[in-house]
């Protein structure tokens, strides 16, 4: 009868022992054979004590998690791949809704983009860049915060070139009337030069703000590889500076219209 109950205590025992994990009382981590203390006990046979590790199930989560995959959204497309979809085809690569990836490019850049504009266009004419379209995807996909238009990096550059193109053409004319005056070119080709100068830059200016116009009354954009509001306004300014040129050539014929006759 006593042999029994010591087995059997022997085996309560050695039950709570094996039950025994991550309770080492002097605070032991990963205790290897044959360990510090007395109390060492290696059920899994892993060569460390039972109460310095946690549970089996418990490392097992820990490795899963820990081996996981994760959702690497950087590389999915590159800048220049994403100029040849739609918007519907990016979200498709991300595999996020394509309205809710569309109203969420409308609300950082305050237009309106449709899932079908292609990225190209939007880029084109809204200005719409490469590294944010992706980020935005991505905040979608990961389920994060969506970049807010506050966030958006400053360009120290200005969008348009009003002081640069006034130089250039300054520079040129006051070339091209040094030449006249000096006889190496006609006045002639002087100010035929500057006529077709300013019939381009009338036709571009023109041509552009017809297609702005097309766009925004009509809801047609016509896909072109630059962006027309941009080169509509350059153009502008070049037209304006030239045309002050035209006017100076001609400021004897203008005082007349204002003259008062007595």
């Known amino acids: 009868m006593k042999k029994i109950l010591f087995t059997l205590i022997l085996f309560i025992l050695s039950t709570q022992a094996a039950m025994a994990w991550d309770d080492c009382p002097f605070g032991l981590t990963d205790d290897q ?14 060569g460390i004590c039972d109460h310095s590790q946690l549970a089996p199930e418990e490392r097992a989560l820990i490795t899963m998690v820990d081996s996981a995959p994760e959702i690497v959204t950087e590389d999915l497309i590159t ?16 595999e996020i809704d394509a ?7 409308s609300e950082y850049y305050g237009v309106s983009i449709k899932p079908s504009d292609a990225f190209q266009f939007a880029h084109d004419n809204y200005g719409i860049e490469p590294s944010v379209a992706k980020d935005i995807a991505s905040s979608i996909k990961l389920g994060d915060n969506i970049p807010t238009p506050a966030e958006k990096e400053t360009k120290e550059e200005p969008p348009y070139h009003l002081v640069s193109i006034t130089i250039v053409l300054l520079i040129t004319y006051v070339v091209s009337h040094i030449l006249s005056k000096k006889g190496i070119i006609s006045i002639a080709k002087h100010r035929f030069f500057w006529n077709i ?3 381009i ?4 200016l023109g041509i552009l703000g017809i297609l702005l116009v097309i766009k925004i009354n009509f809801g047609i954009a016509i896909l072109l590889p630059f962006n027309v ?15 002050i040129f035209h006017i100076l050539w001609h400021l004897s014929y203008f005082k007349t219209l204002f003259k008062i006759t007595k």
């Open 33 to 46: 054979y044959p360990g510090e203390c007395g109390r060492y006990i290696d059920t899994d046979g892993d």
């Open 79 to 94: 800048g220049t791949e994403l100029k040849t979809k739609t918007l519907a085809e990016v979200a498709g690569i991300y």
């Open 99 to 105: 309205k809710e990836y569309a109203d969420a490019l």
């Open 197 to 199: 100068l300013l019939l």
């Open 201 to 204: 830059s009338f036709l571009v």
């Open 229 to 243: 509001l941009f080169w509509h306004v350059e153009a502008g300014i070049a037209m304006t500076v030239i045309s």
